[in-house]
Each structure stands twice: as structure tokens, then as C-alpha cells.
């Protein structure tokens, strides 16, 4: 996908973050641009400023893990602006990080990977027809993480390596039916975005009704540690410069530094020779 002007983007989880970075730089690039957040106070915020700065742009409330959600964000965005051409399903949370998996509870798993996985699987079997329809040329862009390409270690890895695996099915079909809608996966190493604050947006639902004992609650340390690492790595700003020559080059492995480099070669290195991985560092 070369062009941009005048064509239509929808971004999830664009209030804040890597999201917001990216609907301002699609802007910027003359682009239409549908922010989609399930937080409303900032995506107004949001909106308000891109539109304080000229840009076209809508804002819609969606909760990426309610598949009829995304499928309201779609019709509005139709509904708004006749097509759609470039789909980042972005959203994206820390989810459990607290003690061992055979640890968390069943809503611990609901939210984690409803938002991180069936987020991506929602935005895929809403957005992917509609372009695919629309026979011009079009893009997606599924974030996933730098973690889920090396050894998995909690549960935000595990659903960082199925968005992975989902991108690359995707593609090889995709590439198999001569399609004009183009894919990428995203691969951030640690970017300075409030990723790892995203139990604000827990639904009460998926909270569990006991807090889990101190002797297995790791989250808390986890979270102060990257947001640490954060405030010292990639501005959202760049990944979003990153991110569009990727998809004017239809780059499909898109990462945003080289720091995990040597993880990545390691865990491919023990794929195909079958050895044990080294347990211990970040992960």
C-alpha cells in the first residue's frame, strides 16, 4: 500500500499510546482516520486534538473483545466515510502477570487474551472482508510484541506469539489468493505507552472477586520494572514513522529497534536444533 492520501484508517486502541501515534501519523499523511478506544474520556481527548489540528477524523467507543462491538465500529466507519483501507487492530493490554498460569483464573484468561488475541481475531473477521470487497488495495496491521517472538514466559507472551501465528496464516492466504489487501505484524520491543495500566480498563466482570495472596502476586513488581524500562525506550512517535514505511514497503515482520535481536536468534536456535531454553532475564 503506497497511497494514503484520502484513504481511510481505522485504529484500535487510538486514544493513547502507540494508537494515538499512529492516527496522527496517518493524518498527517492526509489519511481519514477512525480512532476506536474502549476508554471515552480520551478518546475524546484524542479526537478533539487531531481535529483541533485539522485532520478528518471520527472517534467510536469499542470494546475489541465483543465481536457485535467491532462490528459497530465497521458500520460506522462506512457509514462515515464509504470505505475502509488500512485496519491496525492495535489494542492491546499487560493482562495477568501474578503468580504461575496454572495460577490465574478463568477471568484472568477471559480478559488477557479478549483483548490480545480475540481483539485481533474480531478485527480480522469484521475488517478483512469488507477490504477484501472493496477490490482496491488495502492493508492490516496486527500488533503483536518482540516477546512473541522469543521464549514465552507468562501469559501476555503466550497471546503475543498466537497474534503471530494468526498474522502468518493470514498472510500466506492472503498471498495465496493474489489479494490487494497487504499484512503486517507488528513487533515493538518496549515502547514508552501506559501498556502496563491496563487494568483500568478491566471489565468488573473479569475481576476477580479475591485478590490473589501475596505470596504468588508478582504483578505489581512486574508492572513498576517496565514502567521503568518505558519511560527510557522508544516514543510511540517513532514506532508510528517505523510502522508506515513498513507498510508502504509491505514489510511483513515489522520491529521497532534491534535490543532483542540475540533473544530472537536464541529462540530460534533452540527451535530447530531441539535444545533446552535458557530460563532467567527479560522476557
Not at 46 to 57: F, I, S, T, W
Request: proline share 4%; with cysteine.
Amino acid at each position: 500500500m503506497r497511497e494514503f492520501r484520502d484513504r481511510v484508517a481505522v485504529v484500535t486502541g487510538a486514544a493513547s499510546g502507540m494508537g494515538r501515534a499512529f492516527a496522527e501519523r496517518f493524518a498527517r499523511e492526509g489519511m481519514r482516520v477512525v480512532l476506536a478506544d474502549i476508554e471515552p474520556s480520551a478518546l475524546d481527548a484524542a479526537v478533539a486534538e487531531l481535529r483541533g489540528q485539522n485532520h478528518d477524523v471520527l472517534g467510536v467507543q469499542t470494546d475489541v473483545m465483543r465481536l457485535e462491538s467491532v462490528h459497530a465500529l465497521a458500520r460506522q466507519a462506512l457509514e462515515a466515510y464509504g470505505q475502509v483501507h488500512l485496519v491496525c487492530n492495535n489494542a492491546g493490554v499487560e493482562g495477568y502477570l501474578d503468580g504461575a498460569l496454572w495460577e490465574a483464573t478463568t477471568s484472568d484468561w477471559e480478559w488477557t487474551f479478549g483483548v490480545n488475541f480475540w481483539g485481533v481475531v474480531n478485527g480480522v473477521r469484521t475488517f478483512l472482508p469488507i477490504m477484501l470487497a472493496q477490490d482496491a488495495d488495502g492493508y492490516m496491521v496486527n500488533t503483536a510484541s518482540a516477546v512473541g517472538v522469543v521464549r514465552g514466559s507468562n501469559m501476555y507472551g503466550v497471546t503475543k506469539h498466537a497474534v503471530r501465528a494468526l498474522s502468518e496464516a493470514l498472510y500466506g492466504q492472503l498471498q495465496q489468493r493474489q489479494a490487494r489487501v497487504g499484512i503486517s505484524v507488528l513487533c515493538p520491543g518496549v515502547v514508552n505507552t501506559r501498556l502496563f495500566a491496563g487494568e483500568r480498563n478491566r471489565p468488573p466482570e473479569l475481576r476477580n472477586a479475591q485478590p490473589l495472596p501475596e505470596s504468588v502476586r508478582a504483578g505489581d513488581a512486574t508492572r513498576q520494572s517496565w514502567f521503568e524500562r518505558a519511560a527510557r525506550s522508544t516514543a510511540p512517535a517513532q514506532v508510528a514513522d517505523v510502522l508506515l514505511e513498513a507498510i508502504r514497503e509491505e514489510r511483513f515482520y515489522v520491529y521497532t529497534d534491534h535490543e532483542w535481536d540475540a533473544r530472537i536468534r536464541s529462540f530460534c536456535d533452540d527451535v530447530v536444533n531441539g535444545t533446552n531454553p535458557i530460563v532467567g532475564g527479560p522476557a
